[in-house]
Nanobody, 121 residues
Framework: VQLQASGGGLVQDGGSLRLSCAAS????????MGWYRRAPGKQRDMVAT???????RYADSVKGRFTISRDNAKNTVYLQMNSLKLEDTAIYYC????????????????WGQGTLVTVSS
């Protein structure tokens, strides 16, 4: 199983970016998906998560600015980031809790490789 993230880059303060992350491989079922980030010198924190039925949760710092969504048919999660601020600069990691084919319905946790988002003034 692989998680491939894309969409990071350099954007000005107040701008927008959209991140995507697709899960591929021997997947039986994808449960929760989410985005986390690690800012310079800080630990990795939750940004937003979404359940397979569409329930969402956001960090207080991004509420009203970021929107998480997913396409279950494509095993893909998205993060629409609007009104970006300097403090949103971080490496963003996608996460998926999923059940692999032949795993006996055991859930495993997978991380993408990270994509850098840089917000400039």
């Amino acid at each position: 199983v692989q998680l491939q993230a894309s969409g990071g880059g350099l954007v000005q303060d107040g701008g927008s970016l959209r991140l995507s992350c697709a899960a591929s491989g021997s997947i039986f079922r994808v449960n929760d998906m989410g985005w986390y980030r690690r800012a310079p010198g800080k630990q990795r924190d939750m940004v937003a998560t979404i359940t397979s039925s569409g329930g969402t949760r956001y960090a207080d710092s991004v509420k009203g600015r970021f929107t998480i969504s997913r396409d279950n048919a494509k095993n893909t999660v998205y993060l629409q980031m609007n009104s970006l601020k300097l403090e949103d600069t971080a490496i963003y990691y996608c996460n998926a809790r999923l059940v692999q084919v032949g795993s006996g319905l055991n859930e495993d946790n997978f991380w993408g490789q990270g994509t850098l988002v840089t917000v400039s003034s």
